[in-house]
């Protein structure tokens, strides 16, 4: 893979940041498309693990998920485009709207816009889902651990931090002793 | 001065929420409090603003935050200041991590972790549906919303069949939100 200019990146992660819709999750179908789909920047995995470790990390998941990846790509300097590329948006976007459009959001035809967004974000997210659960689930260790992390969450609302932790130590305690994880 | 308590004050919620977004909130909650930058109403329209804006919510929401306090340069000063000890941290940890990428110990914490990332996935696509499908977020056959789930698995089965950007199906929603009531 030849690496990718700091500029190129920059522009790459600011138009992440612009289709991401919602928290850190809502970003990943996005990456998914623009940084491993049409540009193998990282694998699949890879963004599992960047991901993992934004979760439990202080900071913006969605900044430090790119921070990451723009390491990966070009040190130091890389996870500054890509971390700052992908907050630009934001600023930008944001700093117009308290300027000239405080009063948007409450027009109904706006509201409509959102609620149909949030529409086509889930079904972006399903399908990520299902994506990330056939590459990162492996065995029926795998399987447990996926079904118990979803199960405290949205039965006892257990937060994502300590989910993240408690996995990492499973990892450590069953990973397997024979043979070797696809 | 208002400058230096921004930078301050945003370089402190960089470096101590962990988990997102929404992890911001508390902290601003206490910055409405403790300065006269903006109150808790104010705060209100923040979130809305921010979750219905492209980006990830925590650097709307500062990027908001400090414009109320300091105008246009607040609001870039108070963005930055908020994702950069995050990203520095991501520079240590992919040093650390590039180094240990062969570690067993590493690798049994990934094989871990990527099931609980599918899991937490798994879990925003449901928080996303309970929202989008059902009135009130509670799951029952009256409640259901029979347009959104006809729409949600149009752009599903689409997602599975084609290779279409996910962009395309975010505008396609606003658009279909605008002229059609859903």
Same mark, same amino acid.
């Given at each position: 893979?030849?690496?990718?200019? !700091?500029?190129?990146?920059? $522009?790459?992660?600011?138009?992440?940041?612009?289709?991401?819709?919602?928290?850190?999750?809502?970003?990943?179908?996005?990456? &998914?498309?623009?940084? =491993?789909?049409?540009?193998?920047?990282?694998?699949?995995?890879?963004?599992?693990?960047?991901?993992?470790?934004?979760?439990?990390?202080?900071?913006?998941?969605?900044?430090?998920?790119?921070?990451? =990846?723009?390491?990966?790509? &070009?040190?130091?300097?890389?996870?500054?485009?890509?971390?700052?590329?992908?907050?630009?948006?934001?600023?930008?976007? =944001?700093?117009?709207?308290? !300027?000239? $459009?405080?009063? !948007?959001?409450?027009?109904?035809?706006?509201?409509?816009?959102?609620?149909?967004?949030?529409?086509?974000?889930?079904?972006?997210?399903?399908?990520?889902?299902?994506?990330?659960?056939?590459?990162?689930?492996?065995?029926?260790?795998?399987?447990?651990?996926?079904?118990?992390?979803?199960?405290?969450?949205? !039965?006892?609302?257990?937060?994502?931090?300590?989910?993240?932790?408690?996995?990492?130590?499973?990892?450590?305690?069953?990973?397997?002793?024979?043979?070797?994880?696809? | 001065?208002?400058?230096?308590?921004?930078?301050?004050?945003?370089?402190?919620?960089?470096?101590?929420?962990?988990?997102?977004?929404?992890?911001?909130?508390?902290?601003?909650?206490?910055?409405?409090?403790?300065?006269?930058?903006?109150?808790?109403?104010?705060?209100?329209?923040?979130?809305?603003?921010?979750?219905?804006?492209? #980006?990830?919510? #925590?650097?709307?929401?500062?990027?908001?935050?400090?414009?109320?306090?300091? #105008?246009?340069?607040?609001?870039?000063?108070?963005?930055?200041?908020?994702?950069?000890?995050?990203?520095?941290?991501?520079?240590?940890?992919?040093?650390?991590?590039?180094?240990?990428?062969?570690?067993?110990?590493?690798?049994?914490?990934?094989?871990?972790?990527?099931?609980?990332?599918?899991?937490?996935?798994?879990?925003?696509?449901?928080?996303?549906?309970?929202?989008?499908?059902?009135?009130?977020?509670?799951?029952?056959?009256?409640?259901?919303?029979?347009?959104?789930?006809?729409?949600?698995?149009?752009?599903? /089965?689409?997602?599975?069949?084609?290779?279409?950007?996910?962009?395309?199906?975010?505008?396609?929603?606003?658009?279909?939100?605008?002229? /059609?009531?859903?």
């Amino acid at each position: 893979m030849k690496k990718p200019s !700091l500029f190129y990146m920059y $522009l790459t992660f600011a138009k992440v940041g612009t289709m991401t819709f919602g928290g850190g999750y809502a970003m990943l179908p996005i990456l &998914r498309k623009e940084v =491993i789909a049409s540009k193998q920047w990282i694998t699949e995995e890879q963004m599992m693990d960047f991901y993992a470790i934004a979760q439990v990390t202080p900071g913006i998941i969605a900044i430090n998920t790119s921070a990451l =990846i723009g390491y990966h790509l &070009r040190g130091k300097a890389g996870s500054m485009a890509a971390g700052y590329g992908s907050a630009t948006p934001s600023i930008v976007i =944001i700093t117009i709207i308290a !300027l000239f $459009l405080t009063n !948007l959001i409450e027009q109904p035809i706006v509201a409509r816009m959102f609620d149909a967004i949030r529409i086509a974000v889930s079904a972006l997210i399903v399908h990520t889902a299902f994506n990330l659960y056939t590459k990162g689930v492996k065995d029926a260790m795998g399987q447990i651990i996926f079904l118990s992390a979803f199960l405290l969450i949205v !039965l006892l609302g257990v937060s994502p931090i300590w989910i993240v932790l408690a996995s990492a130590i499973s990892g450590i305690i069953f990973y397997p002793k024979r043979g070797k994880v696809k | 001065m208002t400058y230096l308590y921004l930078l301050l004050e945003f370089l402190k919620i960089g470096t101590f929420s962990i988990g997102g977004g929404l992890a911001t909130l508390p902290f601003l909650y206490a910055l409405a409090s403790r300065y006269d930058w903006f109150d808790q109403a104010t705060l209100i329209d923040m979130i809305a603003i921010s979750e219905s804006t492209p #980006g990830a919510i #925590g650097i709307n929401m500062a990027t908001y935050a400090g414009f109320t306090a300091g #105008g246009i340069g607040g609001g870039i000063l108070a963005s930055i200041a908020m994702i950069t000890p995050g990203i520095l941290m991501m520079m240590i940890i992919s040093k650390v991590l590039t180094e240990f990428k062969e570690n067993p110990l590493i690798i049994k914490v990934f094989y871990g972790i990527r099931p609980a990332v599918a899991a937490l996935i798994a879990y925003a696509a449901y928080e996303m549906l309970k929202v989008t499908m059902f009135e009130n977020h509670t799951f029952s056959i009256e409640t259901i919303h029979i347009g959104s789930v006809v729409l949600f698995f149009a752009f599903l /089965l689409a997602l599975f069949k084609t290779k279409i950007h996910p962009v395309i199906f975010i505008v396609i929603a606003a658009v279909l939100g605008i002229f /059609l009531p859903l």
